[in-house]
């Protein structure tokens, strides 16, 4: 349950940073901070290859369950969405009404 155990942390910054909703990347940043200021590490000295190091030693949290799990999150609470999210379904939707408008158009 790796996904799991970030639930609450990631829906407190999706809530209240809004900017995160769109950007796995800042989000994952945002989050790996944390992990390395929780360890009492001082993040305005540590070197690259440390935090490397700790992510090769699986000391930080996993990519790909904060991933997965702000992408549950935003399915199951349509509050913590961002515009992309908002924006692709909308096109989306525009794809297949125009796809049944176009409909005796398209097989000949």
């Known amino acids: 349950m790796k996904v799991k155990k970030h639930e609450k942390e990631i829906t407190y910054f999706l809530k209240n940073k809004p900017h995160l909703r769109d950007n796995d990347l800042k989000l994952l940043a945002t989050i790996w901070w944390n992990d390395v200021k929780y360890k009492g590490l001082d993040t305005k000295t540590m070197s690259a290859q440390e935090l490397l190091q700790m992510l090769a030693d699986g000391k930080l949290s996993n990519p790909s369950s904060i991933r997965r799990?702000?992408?549950?999150?935003?399915?199951?609470?349509?509050?913590?969405r961002g515009?992309?999210?908002?924006?692709?379904?909308?096109?989306?939707?525009?794809?297949?009404?125009?796809?049944?408008k176009n409909w005796n158009n398209i097989n000949q």
């Open 69 to 80: 799990c702000r992408a549950k999150l935003q399915e199951q609470n349509p509050e913590l």
């Open 83 to 100: 515009q992309r999210y908002k924006d692709r379904k909308n096109n989306q939707q525009s794809e297949v009404i125009n796809e049944v």
